[in-house]
T-cell receptor, first 113, second 112 residues
Framework: GAGVSQSPSNKVTEKGKDVELRCDPISGHTALYWYRQSLGQGLEFLIY????????KSGLPSDRFSAERTGGSVSTLTIQRTQQEDSAVYLC???????????FGDGTRLSIL | GQSLEQPSEVTAVEGAIVQINCTYQ??????LSWYQQHDGGAPTFLSY????GLEETGRFSSFLSRSDSYGYLLLQELQMKDSASYFC?????????????FGTGTLLAVQP
């Protein structure tokens, strides 16, 4: 596609459930990033992929969070046993290997009840 | 660690010029970027300073001074559609990562 695509756009789930968020990057972009943005806050880095490898996972807040990328393209961010503090907008971005600029998707707004 | 500070809110009138500052504390970085985010939307790339000095892109200009640990985004001929949040960001040295560290963000309100 022309831009970064994320799905679903909105997700409401109960505390304790698992959720999967999907990101489809710009075709040809080897680098993919996940960020999190809480209401009225800045963007917080979660994880970075180069190809299918994740050389930087330093932003994942706990072991309930994991991500994978397959075929050098689509990525899935999984949150297990969701907690209310996980409520946020999860943004995916992609870039060429040089890392600049990063192109963002519209995000998934996650609400934990 | 790395931190970037911005004013939380700025208000200006249509047609005016506004400057959004970004001061940072970081051990080193490749360059300073600026992103715009309309309410509920995706952040979009505006400008990048790899070197000290001024970069101009249409109505937007960005400036970096590494010696002063300071940068700014200058918006000229403000339009109502410029009302948005603006974030500075750096890509730091160290490790095999291209991650961006974002500033606290500035909400710009353009008034008629």
């Amino acid at each position: 596609g022309a831009g970064v695509s994320q799905s679903p756009s909105n997700k409401v789930t109960e505390k304790g459930k698992d959720v999967e968020l999907r990101c489809d990057p710009i075709s040809g972009h080897t680098a993919l990033y996940w960020y999190r943005q809480s209401l009225g806050q800045g963007l917080e880095f979660l994880i970075y992929f180069q190809g299918n490898s994740a050389p930087d996972k330093s932003g994942l807040p706990s072991d309930r969070f994991s991500a994978e990328r397959t075929g050098g393209s689509v990525s899935t961010l999984t949150i297990q046993r969701t907690q209310q503090e996980d409520s946020a907008v999860y943004l995916c971005a992609s870039s060429s290997s040089g890392g600049q600029p990063q192109h963002f998707g519209d995000g998934t707004r996650l609400s934990i009840l | 660690g790395q931190s970037l500070e911005q004013p939380s809110e700025v208000t200006a009138v249509e047609g005016a010029i506004v400057q959004i500052n970004c001061t940072y504390q970081t051990s080193g970085f490749y360059g300073l970027s600026w992103y715009q985010q309309h309410d509920g939307g995706a952040p979009t790339f505006l400008s990048y300073n790899a070197l000290d000095g001024l970069e101009e892109t249409g109505r937007f200009s960005s400036f970096l001074s590494r010696s002063d640990s300071y940068g700014y985004l200058l918006l000229q001929e403000l339009q109502m559609k410029d009302s948005a949040s603006y974030f500075c960001a750096v890509r730091g040295y160290g490790g095999a990562t291209n991650k961006l560290i974002f500033g606290t963000g500035t909400l710009l309100a353009v008034q008629p």
